[in-house]
């Protein structure tokens, strides 16, 4: 694969996850090894964006102002289709094993993932 896939963490809109090249074990959070075998054969792919909710909360109380001008709001562990799992905000109304898209809502001078439920 040639260059780096766009993540949200680097400022740009999508999620990019690590693949380890000898066993084939996927996983969020870069950290250049492979936490199964052990492997520095990885490589970034970009997450096609669908997958499942793991699980929900809504969150009322936000930490910041930035933030307290979006609450509530969601927050959900989604089960990505590539078999990683990731939290990201989640749209009102959604329930464990609903279907999802991920997007990229802006924030400032970066991005954040946002769930909402596949149609």
């Known amino acids: 694969m040639s260059g780096t896939p766009a993540d949200w963490t680097l400022g740009q809109p999508g999620l990019a ?20 075998c052990g492997s520095t054969s990885v490589e970034m792919r970009a997450s096609g964006c669908q997958g499942t909710v793991h699980a929900i909360t809504t969150v009322a109380r936000a930490p910041s102002p930035e933030w307290q001008a979006r609450a509530p709001y969601g927050i959900a562990l989604i089960d990505l289709d590539e078999g990683v799992r990731v939290m990201t905000h989640a749209e009102p109304d959604m329930a464990i094993g609903d279907a999802v898209n991920i997007i990229f809502s802006p924030m400032g001078s970066g991005f954040f993932p946002v769930a909402q439920q596949r149609s």
């Not at 000898?22 to 969020?28: K, M, V």
């Not at 959070?29 to 199964?36: A, D, I, V």
């Open 17 to 36: 996850y690590e693949a380890c090249i000898a066993c084939g074990r996927n996983w969020y959070f870069q950290r250049g090894f492979c936490p199964r």
